[in-house]
């Protein structure tokens, strides 16, 4: 079963950091391009930043209003996808989810299999 | 900074079209990709580049794109259509990828 499990979210105050993990299983998670999308309580879908597969590069790009704070990164040997958050602020408070950035036969940026959530919250 | 314009909220009786749009300046340009959101659950990709359909996803959902606009149908729309819809694209350079701000449907 092609699955996606988030995990490491959890209250943490202004200011302090907090890193995600995402678990994959089902499908080659070597060779996919995997994102972080963002929801605040309430609010629309955000999307945070991009990791490519190591064969494309492993390069990342990321949201503006996460540029500098947040870090993606992935280990293959272990299926896991993981966004590293310092600096943390009360607007980053949201359910994180990631997903595949294109699979199969989808294109970029089609965002096909997710997980379900892991909420973070920034409060004092 | 770049921004895709949906209408809050759109409502059909069950059996009717809904129509949901997306306005973007770099939409001729840029593919839109369409997902549904129900209540509590992650979202769904619908449509994809536009106008295609993933395979899962009803023959119902249709997309298309002309201008600065994309549409998301639902023919015939049903009850469990009921959903938040987002539409996502980039900017006309690809490195701001945002969705629009949601479109709450409902089906009664």
């Known amino acids: 079963e092609v699955q996606l499990v988030e995990s490491g979210g959890g209250l943490v105050k202004p200011g302090g950091s907090l890193r995600l993990s995402c678990a994959a299983s089902g499908f080659t998670f070597s060779n996919a391009w995997m994102s972080w999308v963002r929801q605040a309580p309430g609010k629309g879908l955000e999307w945070v930043g991009r990791i490519k597969s190591k064969t494309d590069g492993g390069t990342t790009d990321y949201a503006a209003p996460v540029k500098g704070r947040f870090t993606i990164s992935r280990d293959d040997s272990k299926n896991t996808l993981y966004l590293q958050m310092n600096s943390l602020k009360t607007e980053d408070t949201a359910v994180y989810y990631c997903?595949?950035?294109?699979?199969?036969?989808?294109?970029?940026?089609?965002?096909?299999?997710w997980g379900q959530g892991t909420m973070v919250t920034v409060s004092s | 900074s770049y921004e895709l314009t949906q209408p809050p909220s759109v409502s059909v009786s069950p059996g009717q079209t809904a129509r949901i749009t997306c306005s973007g300046d770099?939409?001729?340009?840029?593919?839109a990709y369409w997902y549904q959101q129900k209540s509590g659950q992650a979202p769904v990709l619908v449509i994809y580049e536009d106008s295609k359909r993933p395979s899962g996803i009803p023959e119902r959902f249709s997309g298309s794109s002309s201008g600065t606009m994309a549409t998301l149908t639902i023919s015939g729309a049903q009850v469990e259509d009921e959903a938040d819809y987002y539409c996502y694209s980039t900017d006309s350079s690809g490195n701001q990828k945002v969705f629009g701000g949601g479109t709450k449907l409902t089906v009664l």
């Open positions: 997903t595949t950035d294109g699979s199969g036969s989808l294109p970029r940026d089609a965002f096909d299999i």
């Open positions: 770099a939409l001729p340009k840029k593919y």
